[in-house]
């Protein structure tokens, strides 16, 4: 349940921003995919951690891959275990961070 309400709850942040989101099949987690962001994704991190908002970088998940594929630099994963008012707020602080790096921020 708290998958599919994080679910929603990014979906109205992220209005029409380019962004996926990876089936949520019960972890305590969600994969982000933000379809050719102007950052990276340990920029992203690094602008949200200064906000509080932890996340995992995209792009340590990709080992043995040498080629320079974009989409590595993409994504992130994103927590729900924590409170609701925390993971509320945590999911507009990310939409907020996204939504000004494709406006050139």
């Keep these: 349940q708290k998958a599919y309400q994080t ?9 029409d ?11 305590m987690f ?9 950052i990276s994704s340990l920029e992203l991190y690094n602008r949200l951690k200064a906000r509080g908002v ?5 792009h340590y998940f990709f080992p043995g891959i040498k080629e320079d594929w974009r989409h590595k630099q993409e994504c992130i994963r994103v927590t729900y275990s924590q409170s609701e ?6 999911v507009a602080i990310i939409a907020e961070e996204v939504k000004r790096a494709y406006a050139g921020g």
């Design 7 to 15: 679910v929603e709850w990014l979906q109205q942040a992220m209005g």
């Design 17 to 27: 921003s380019p962004y996926y989101i990876h089936k949520p099949e019960g972890a």
């Design 30 to 38: 969600l994969w982000l995919w933000f379809k050719d962001l102007p």
């Design 54 to 58: 932890l996340v995992v970088s995209g």
């Design 85 to 90: 008012d925390k993971v509320r707020a945590g």
